[in-house]
């Protein structure tokens, strides 16, 4: 099944009591919003490319420079090859978040298991600033360590801003957090799953 069909949400509610397996789940945010957490594999990876392009020249300058933590007019070629062609549903998992009913794509997180420590993976959310601060990262971010967990992973590490609070706050809702500064504003977390 492709993740990115797109249902009703009749169909959606008679799926989840049938029991059928399905790539999503549906979550509330906190203004009410009905978001599914959908599941991006390779096979998805001319989608996510222009999602992501269209996606990352919505975002402020100030969301970019938080997630990529420099200034960033565009992605890069590279960029795009890392963020993309490397999505394998094992070592790299990508989960996108939408709106339920329309599938508008709001959110997208991602973890790269580390090659050296198998047991640790880098993590990353980005969230569409018109929706940011409704707990869209918090729902990206607990999907993944589910999905990590799963697949033997059971640390996070992420480099993030260190006054960025959503960010801690939002790494927080899935474990333990151990905090170091690494100069210039920014600090290495490690989250215990």
Not at 91 to 109: N, Q
Not at 135 to 160: E, W
């Amino acid at each position: 099944m492709d993740p990115y069909t797109r249902w009703t949400l009749t169909e959606v509610l008679s799926i989840r009591e049938v029991g059928l397996v399905a790539t999503f789940t549906l979550e509330r945010l906190a203004d009410g919003s009905l978001v599914s957490v959908v599941a991006v594999g390779p096979q998805d990876r001319a989608r996510l490319r222009a999602e992501l392009i269209e996606g990352f020249a919505r975002l402020s300058p100030e969301s970019r420079f938080s997630r990529f933590l420099m200034a960033m007019p565009r992605l890069t070629s590279e960029q795009l090859r890392r963020l993309v062609d490397t999505v394998d549903d094992r070592d790299h998992v990508a989960l996108g978040l939408e709106l339920a009913e329309s599938g508008t794509p709001i959110g997208l997180g991602r973890f790269v298991r580390d090659s050296v420590v198998p047991t640790s993976a880098d993590v990353a959310v980005t969230v569409a600033d018109e929706w940011q601060g409704k707990g869209a990262g918090t729902i990206l971010i607990r999907a993944l360590a589910a999905a990590a967990k799963k697949r033997g992973v059971r640390h996070f590490t992420a480099l993030v801003l260190a006054d960025n609070l959503a960010s801690l706050a939002m790494l927080r809702a899935v474990g333990r957090v151990t905090r170091c500064e690494h100069g210039g504003g920014a600090a290495d977390m490690t989250v215990e799953l």
